[in-house]
């Protein structure tokens, strides 16, 4: 074998402990790592085991860990034999063991059969409920990994307990510094200059308390609830990128409340791309797309191809506060929409100052949604609760 793997990984694999608890900031490729701990120590050197690897939702499953996975299948000399997927879903035979990816959002799924390995990535992103439904099926090693960007069930039930049966593996950018481009390096070392929770959490890994947090009044709903749901109108907000993702947030409005699905989410795509993809999943060409003006000639493209696009109203200051006042209803699907609402934040300086200016890390679905909400709904006289 002729693995790149960073002093992280030794870590993990060295662990006999129950719990190997890893806390780390942003690219320290804690999950990566993790993952080629197990397919090393667990998969090719056994057989019959029943190894879950979970996180909140399968759509983020899908997006990440999963792909990962198969990346260092692949990279092995020569390659593993791609696994067979059986019948139930993300679950698959490899070396005579069975790895099954599991979404918390299916409540069957943690509280499925007894398993030997069980890996919860992102686990600040799950109920104590769930640790407990999922730790209590796991005979043997368990790993987990998280941002330390809160106080939370890991720290309550493993870390401030019996020492001997955990090990904290901390990690930043640093123990993957060989393997990140210098732009990825960049960007990482810049956060000292924007916002002091976002580098006390991404940067040095370290647990930090936010305060700011722009967004509180949403709940999560099923896709099944938003699909079916009467909606009084439809419309769209559009925000251009390429290294940062193009973003089309779907909003719907019903009964004075929005009800928001993150549709389009990605980057290095062209123009001719999304309007290839809005065709082909039949986005209205009639209801309102509201997109950023600082691309006329996208824009220019998008109308070319029928669809009713506006100038949106790109106020930062009362675009925030008048979305502030909605009560919003977030379709689970939206991943990415998800995990930026819950990191997005006003600046704080290092003596704690909170500013009422919005730190620019992974915010264009937050972009797109307030380009939406605020262009189309801000002359409206509703009340929203």
């Not at 034999?81 to 959002?105: A, C």
């Not at 799950?126 to 407990?132: E, S």
Request: hydrophobic share 35%; with cysteine; charged share 30%.
């Amino acid at each position: 074998m002729d693995l790149q793997v960073s002093p992280v990984f030794y870590a993990n694999a060295a662990s006999n402990k129950r719990y190997v608890v890893n806390q780390g900031g942003m690219r320290s490729k804690k999950t990566y790592t993790i993952l080629q701990t197990i397919i090393i120590k667990y998969i090719l050197k056994n057989k019959g085991l029943v190894i879950d690897i979970a996180r909140k939702t399968q759509a983020e499953l899908r997006d990440s860990v999963m792909r990962d996975f198969f990346k260092i299948l692949e990279s092995f000399e020569g390659g593993i034999r791609m696994p067979n997927q059986t019948k139930t879903g993300l679950q698959y035979r490899i070396n005579g063991n069975t790895v099954s990816f599991i979404g918390i959002d299916k409540p069957q799924k943690k509280r499925g059969p007894q398993r030997d390995i069980l890996f919860v990535n992102e686990a600040n992103g799950i109920t104590l409920d769930d640790w407990v439904q999922l730790a209590g099926r796991t005979s043997g090693q368990i790993f987990i990994d998280y941002n330390p960007s809160e106080y939370f069930w890991v720290n309550e039930q493993i870390l401030e307990k019996d020492s001997s049966k955990f090990d904290l593996i901390k990690s930043s950018y640093l123990d993957s510094y060989d393997f990140l481009d210098q732009w990825q390096i960049d960007e990482i070392e810049n956060l000292i200059n924007i916002d002091e929770y976002y580098y006390r959490v991404y940067v040095l890994g370290e647990l930090a308390i936010m305060k700011g947090k722009i967004y509180n009044n949403y709940r999560l709903i099923e896709p099944s609830e938003y699909d079916d749901l009467f909606e009084d109108e439809r419309f769209y907000g559009l925000d251009f990128g390429y290294e940062h993702a193009t973003s089309l947030m779907e909003i719907k409005l019903s009964a004075e409340q929005v009800f928001e699905r993150e549709v389009y989410h990605e980057t290095h795509k062209l123009d001719d791309d999304l309007i290839r993809w809005m065709l082909e999943h039949n986005i209205s060409q009639t209801n309102p797309i509201y997109a950023d003006h600082a691309y006329p000639a996208s824009i220019r493209k998008l109308r070319d191809a029928g669809f009713n696009v506006h100038n949106a109203n790109k106020d930062v200051r009362d675009g925030i506060r008048f979305c502030q006042s909605l009560k919003r209803n977030i379709c689970k699907s939206s991943v990415h929409y998800i995990k930026a609402i819950n990191q997005y934040k006003f600046k704080q300086t290092a003596d704690g100052l909170v500013i009422e200016e919005p730190v620019k890390i992974n915010d264009d679905p937050l972009d797109s949604m307030r380009y939406g909400e605020f262009s189309h709904l801000r002359k409206r006289i509703l009340s929203f609760v």
